[in-house]
């Protein structure tokens, strides 16, 4: 066989032009940049790795420019011109069928339609890229297009290191994010690796290639206000949100979602949102009803509304601030409250300070970030304080992963914590995963599944949609009847952007009867292939102590151990394309989670690694939630075990808390 290498001479043997920015596509503002001199030479050396020598000095001086104007080197004269889209997969150059999937993956990371800043090739969540550089990128496509079935192709932090010699069972790429020494890992560290361009901020399915726009988060999101609403509202499982009244801000990448999921559970959403821009995309996609800039106007909407029992989504054009402290003032009730800023990144324009537009923030951030500290600081104190007033006259607020709660926290202040002082035992309000979604799914092993429909076709997707509701026991659980009549109308709730894709929360056994269902009608020809996956935000894909793992109370909330295991098994298994990502939706160091994607070409291969990879990658987070004691993962790992003779999981014995209390009181009596 002919060996093939790729040079940087030959990849970029032309010098691209540089192109106009296309007018109204949101840019990332500029990001913090702290660089001493010589790391100042370490970054543009660094980025210049990536040029021809020839170039070298008319490069270097616009990627100091680049660095200095953006706090990045994002190499913008290397992306190819125009608007990039996840195409039917045909379309793209390859030599295998996972090389060019994993093309059609990318490339809908970077769609105008989908991603929150394409050109700096953020996907979502603030800072969530696809890669470092346009440089990047364009190496990353080569190595699609020439991978061969014996070859992983390793990604270090958006960087292609190279394809390796492995097996028709291995996995094509092997994907690692952010990941850092523990002396370092924490976000002024990171700031600095990934302003000198040696670490990728890569969220959860952005940098992970899993990203199927805002509906990848409509269900979980439906299924949490759902399950809110029967906790702590009093609804019965055959009740939705009709009549109640869901508050909460951002209407982002994926809290753009909330709006379409509250209203899918047949509630009011009033969600507060700064940026105009995002507001309009929104609109445009039929997500939110009604905008208003007056909280008056806003309100008697929401009022009106749920008057009638109507379910609508209304955008409030301002600071969610504003609209809490006008709700105490005017005594409105909200049965619901929450917020999904980017408090991941609260600094670097995540949360938008009160007092000031969206334009004033930007260029605050720019000008003075010091100052945009402070009025951060100071806009979460009054937040939680409304908060305080809300819940004191019967709201139930929850924290929805998005670091809110940390983020009062790092201010210093320490009432937030349950245990007064400081975060080891978690905050006074619980996070969405600790009191509803964790119990209520996670720990039975429902999580995020997803499919995209590679042919692109709304025809695959149709019989996709069909095949994986017929798969579904409605009547086993309330869970399995919310999935259920959840696929049984996502067609008309219109959900899709970007690629045909689709969500659908299952269990273990439900993954893999969809998946070898889906592989089957590949094999028959019935559809195109298939792209498998999950968002990392699952049972067992990420380790987080205030989100995913927040209800698991054993003290291991703080170990990153089971996102790894779980990608090394995955990978292990064979799965097409295996994701580990140092953040994701919460921050540096404050997480480690991971994902997978699976390319399903109809072959008897794509079954045998289906029945142990999909097993796997639920159930070790099922069974650590099992150990961890938590009664529904303890009941589910048990009908496991009546069905699967393979695997044997360790459950653990109860100790009586009163037992306990006896011995230590002797002992201290000694
Ligand atoms: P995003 O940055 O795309 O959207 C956040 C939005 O909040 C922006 O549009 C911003 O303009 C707006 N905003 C900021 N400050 C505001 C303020 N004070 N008042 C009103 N609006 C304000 O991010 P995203 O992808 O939507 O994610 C949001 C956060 O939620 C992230 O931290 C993410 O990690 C977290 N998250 C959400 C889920 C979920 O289930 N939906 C899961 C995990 C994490």
């Given at each position: 066989?002919?060996?093939?290498?790729?040079?940087?001479?030959?990849?970029?043997?032309?010098?691209?032009?540089?192109?106009?920015?296309?007018?109204?596509?949101?840019?990332?503002?500029?990001?913090?940049?702290?660089?001493?001199?010589?790391?100042?030479?370490?970054?543009?050396?660094?980025?210049?790795?990536?040029?021809?020598?020839?170039?070298?000095?008319?490069?270097?001086?616009?990627?100091?420019?680049?660095?200095?104007?953006?706090?990045?080197?994002?190499?913008?004269?290397?992306?190819?011109?125009?608007?990039?889209?996840?195409?039917?997969?045909?379309?793209?150059?390859?030599?295998?069928?996972?090389?060019?999937?994993?093309?059609?993956?990318?490339?809908?990371?970077?769609?105008?339609?989908?991603?929150?800043?394409?050109?700096?090739?953020?996907?979502?969540?603030?800072?969530?890229?696809?890669?470092?550089?346009?440089?990047?990128?364009a190496l990353i496509k080569k190595y699609f297009e020439i991978i061969r079935s014996n070859q992983t192709l390793i990604i270090m932090s958006g960087h292609p290191l190279g394809l390796f010699l492995s097996s028709k069972q291995s996995p094509r790429v092997i994907i690692t994010n952010?990941?850092?020494?523990?002396?370092?890992?924490?976000?002024?560290?990171?700031?600095?690796?990934?302003?000198?361009?040696?670490?990728?901020?890569?969220?959860?399915?952005?940098?992970?290639?899993?990203?199927?726009?805002?509906?990848?988060?409509?269900?979980?999101?439906?299924?949490?206000?759902?399950?809110?609403?029967?906790?702590?509202?009093?609804?019965?499982?055959?009740?939705?949100?009709?009549?109640?009244?869901?508050?909460s801000s951002g209407l982002g990448g994926m809290s753009g979602a909330q709006g379409k999921a509250c209203q899918i559970a047949g509630g009011v959403a009033l969600i507060a949102e700064v940026d105009p821009s995002r507001i309009e995309t929104r609109l445009k996609q039929g997500w939110?009803?009604?905008?208003?800039?007056?909280?008056?106007?806003?309100?008697?909407?929401?009022?009106?509304?749920?008057?009638?029992?109507?379910?609508?989504?209304?955008?409030?054009?301002?600071?969610?601030?504003?609209?809490?402290?006008?709700?105490?003032?005017?005594?409105?009730?909200?049965?619901?409250?929450?917020?999904?800023?980017?408090?991941?990144?609260?600094?670097?324009?995540?949360?938008?300070?009160?007092?000031?537009?969206?334009?004033?923030?930007?260029?605050?951030?720019?000008?003075?970030?010091?100052?945009?500290?402070?009025?951060?600081?100071?806009?979460?104190?009054?937040?939680?304080?409304?908060?305080?007033?809300?819940?004191?006259?019967?709201?139930?607020?929850?924290?929805?992963?998005?670091?809110?709660?940390?983020?009062?926290?790092?201010?210093?202040?320490?009432?937030?914590?349950?245990?007064?002082?400081?975060?080891?035992?978690?905050?006074?309000?619980?996070?969405?995963?600790?009191?509803?979604?964790?119990?209520?799914?996670?720990?039975?092993?429902?999580?995020?599944?997803?499919?995209?429909?590679?042919?692109?076709?709304?025809?695959?997707?149709?019989?996709?949609?069909?095949?994986?509701?017929?798969?579904?026991?409605?009547?086993?659980?309330?869970?399995?009847?919310?999935?259920?009549?959840?696929?049984?109308?996502?067609?008309?709730?219109?959900?899709?952007?970007?690629?045909?894709?689709?969500?659908?929360?299952?269990?273990?056994?439900?993954?893999?009867?969809?998946?070898?269902?889906?592989?089957?009608?590949?094999?028959?020809?019935?559809?195109?292939?298939?792209?498998?996956?999950?968002?990392?935000?699952?049972?067992?894909?990420?380790?987080?102590?205030?989100?995913?793992?927040?209800?698991?109370?054993?003290?291991?909330?703080?170990?990153?151990?089971?996102?790894?295991?779980?990608?090394?098994?995955?990978?292990?298994?064979?799965?097409?394309?295996?994701?580990?990502?140092?953040?994701?939706?919460?921050?540096?160091?404050?997480?480690?989670?991971?994902?997978?994607?699976?390319?399903?070409?109809?072959?008897?291969?794509?079954?045998?690694?289906?029945?142990?990879?999909?097993?796997?990658?639920?159930?070790?987070?099922?069974?650590?939630?099992?150990?961890?004691?938590?009664?529904?993962?303890?009941?589910?790992?048990?009908?496991?075990?009546?069905?699967?003779?393979?695997?044997?999981?360790?459950?653990?014995?109860?100790?009586?808390?009163?037992?306990?209390?006896?011995?230590?009181?002797?002992?201290?009596?000694?």
């Amino acid at each position: 066989m002919m060996h093939q290498t790729i040079r940087i001479e030959d990849l970029f043997s032309t010098l691209p032009d540089q192109k106009p920015f296309t007018q109204g596509i949101r840019r990332a503002p500029k990001r913090a940049l702290n660089l001493s001199e010589s790391d100042i030479k370490l970054a543009l050396s660094n980025a210049l790795r990536y040029i021809p020598e020839k170039w070298h000095s008319l490069l270097a001086s616009e990627f100091m420019d680049e660095l200095m104007e953006r706090g990045r080197i994002y190499g913008y004269r290397f992306r190819p011109q125009g608007h990039i889209k996840g195409k039917p997969v045909d379309e793209y150059q390859g030599l295998t069928l996972e090389g060019k999937a994993f093309q059609v993956m990318m490339d809908n990371n970077l769609d105008f339609d989908v991603a929150l800043y394409p050109y700096e090739l953020v996907t979502y969540g603030e800072t969530g890229q696809v890669c470092q550089n346009w440089m990047q990128y364009a190496l990353i496509k080569k190595y699609f297009e020439i991978i061969r079935s014996n070859q992983t192709l390793i990604i270090m932090s958006g960087h292609p290191l190279g394809l390796f010699l492995s097996s028709k069972q291995s996995p094509r790429v092997i994907i690692t994010n952010g990941l850092m020494i523990g002396q370092f890992d924490h976000a002024e560290s990171f700031n600095r690796a990934s302003a000198i361009g040696v670490a990728n901020y890569g969220q959860m399915t952005a940098g992970g290639l899993m990203y199927i726009g805002p509906q990848g988060i409509v269900h979980g999101t439906y299924s949490t206000l759902l399950n809110a609403g029967r906790m702590k509202l009093g609804l019965r499982h055959d009740e939705n949100l009709k009549g109640k009244l869901f508050v909460s801000s951002g209407l982002g990448g994926m809290s753009g979602a909330q709006g379409k999921a509250c209203q899918i559970a047949g509630g009011v959403a009033l969600i507060a949102e700064v940026d105009p821009s995002r507001i309009e995309t929104r609109l445009k996609q039929g997500w939110i009803d009604q905008v208003y800039s007056s909280p008056h106007q806003a309100f008697m909407t929401a009022f009106d509304a749920k008057q009638k029992g109507l379910a609508i989504a209304i955008a409030y054009q301002g600071n969610i601030v504003d609209l809490l402290e006008y709700a105490i003032s005017n005594h409105h009730h909200i049965d619901l409250l929450s917020d999904q800023t980017s408090c991941h990144a609260v600094y670097d324009g995540g949360y938008c300070p009160a007092g000031l537009t969206f334009e004033e923030r930007t260029q605050l951030l720019k000008n003075n970030p010091k100052s945009f500290r402070q009025k951060v600081n100071e806009t979460l104190m009054r937040h939680y304080h409304a908060i305080q007033k809300l819940t004191q006259q019967g709201t139930y607020f929850f924290d929805y992963g998005n670091s809110f709660l940390k983020a009062i926290y790092d201010t210093g202040e320490t009432s937030i914590c349950q245990n007064g002082h400081d975060d080891i035992d978690g905050f006074i309000y619980p996070s969405y995963v600790e009191d509803i979604m964790g119990p209520v799914l996670f720990d039975y092993g429902y999580g995020p599944f997803r499919w995209v429909c590679l042919s692109g076709k709304d025809h695959d997707l149709d019989l996709t949609d069909q095949a994986a509701m017929d798969m579904i026991d409605q009547h086993r659980r309330f869970q399995d009847m919310d999935n259920y009549l959840w696929i049984k109308h996502a067609k008309s709730n219109q959900l899709v952007v970007g690629t045909k894709a689709r969500i659908l929360y299952q269990d273990a056994y439900g993954r893999l009867k969809i998946a070898l269902k889906f592989n089957e009608m590949v094999r028959n020809k019935e559809i195109g292939p298939i792209m498998l996956g999950r968002d990392h935000h699952d049972t067992g894909g990420t380790d987080s102590p205030f989100r995913e793992t927040s209800n698991i109370k054993d003290g291991s909330n703080i170990m990153a151990e089971m996102a790894t295991q779980v990608a090394l098994g995955n990978t292990s298994r064979g799965m097409s394309l295996v994701a580990l990502h140092n953040g994701g939706g919460v921050g540096i160091g404050k997480s480690i989670n991971g994902g997978y994607g699976m390319v399903l070409d109809g072959s008897r291969k794509c079954d045998t690694i289906l029945k142990s990879a999909m097993l796997h990658d639920v159930m070790t987070g099922v069974s650590r939630r099992a150990w961890a004691q938590n009664p529904h993962a303890i009941e589910t790992v048990k009908l496991y075990h009546q069905s699967q003779s393979h695997t044997t999981i360790t459950l653990p014995e109860h100790a009586d808390p009163s037992l306990l209390d006896q011995v230590i009181h002797h002992y201290k009596g000694k």
